[in-house]
């Protein structure tokens, strides 16, 4: 169970203290509790605060305020090796897929245990082989990323993603660089690793649409706060904040 409470984030500008030199409150005071195997949305227009969330999960932002805390566990206190341990638990996944261009798809898949462990053992080529059927993928394993569409290195990254066995994945707009067919592929992944692992996905996307195909629950972000959350089917049928029917489609464009 991951359980963020009241985290809040500034940016302070640095390097120089002029007058117009304004703070970004990139969240408010969220809170949400994310269960263990559940497919989570989070979503928002462009700038709400939704990649800067995420990334308080994996600690690439630090709160400002407030507390991320996993299994019982404040990980905001982490550092040094309990804090690569933690993050070694949480794989995440981008809009650009995020994959390592000078290297084959098979040594993307195994960086994880490059980056682990300084090696790669043939246990883990022979894992990362597996992890590259299980996305349909095997017989790229020799290509470099240039040579596969868009929706086949979001597969990689996938692959590269399970890698190191993780309990939650972060998927920040992982199908917004894609058409409607790949992104409809890679959704179906997503939603059938989460069953045969169990592992807790944490969707981050500004479509409604990828939310009702694969989430369970849903949180809605405006301006760094969270104006709505609850069960997928509840948000869609009665939403109650006005940015959740702007984001559903349900106030004219041009009103
Ligand atoms: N490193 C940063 N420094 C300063 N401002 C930032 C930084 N990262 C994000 N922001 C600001 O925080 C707000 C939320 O950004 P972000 O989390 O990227 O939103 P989203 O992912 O929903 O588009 C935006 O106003 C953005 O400009
Ligand atoms: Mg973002």
């Given at each position: 169970m991951i359980s963020i409470q009241h985290v809040s984030k500034t940016f302070s500008p640095v390097g120089h203290r002029g007058a117009d030199a304004t703070a970004v409150?990139?969240?408010?005071d969220i809170n949400l509790e994310i269960a263990d195997g559940d497919i989570f949305g989070i979503i928002g227009m462009s700038g709400a605060g939704k990649s800067t969330l995420v990334r308080t999960i994996n600690l690439l932002e630090r709160p400002t305020e407030g507390r991320v805390v996993v299994d019982g566990q404040d990980v905001t206190q982490l550092a040094g090796a309990d804090l690569r341990a933690y993050r070694r638990r949480v794989a995440m996944i981008f809009q650009n897929f995020g994959?390592?261009?000078?290297?084959t798809v098979l040594a993307n898949v195994c960086f994880p245990f490059l980056a682990a462990a300084g090696k790669v053992t043939e246990a883990d080529r022979e894992r990362a082989l597996g992890l590259l059927e299980r996305v349909g993928l095997k017989e790229k394993a020799n290509a470099y990323p240039s040579q596969l569409s868009g929706g086949q290195q979001q597969r990689v990254a996938i692959a590269r993603a399970l890698a190191c066995d993780p309990e939650v994945i972060l998927c920040d707009e992982?199908?917004?660089?894609?058409?409607p067919k790949s992104t409809n592929t890679i959704l179906k992944l997503l939603r059938d690793i989460n069953r045969e692992t169990h592992v807790t996905l944490v969707v981050i996307t500004h479509s409604m649409d990828v939310v009702e195909k694969i989430c369970k629950n849903v949180a809605v972000l405006e301006n760094g706060r969270v104006v709505e959350q609850g069960p997928v089917e509840r948000v869609f049928e009665a939403p109650s904040a006005q940015a959740t029917r702007v984001l559903l489609g349900r106030v004219d464009w041009d009103a």
């Open positions: 409150h990139a969240l408010n994959l390592l261009a000078q290297k992982a199908t917004s660089a894609l058409d």
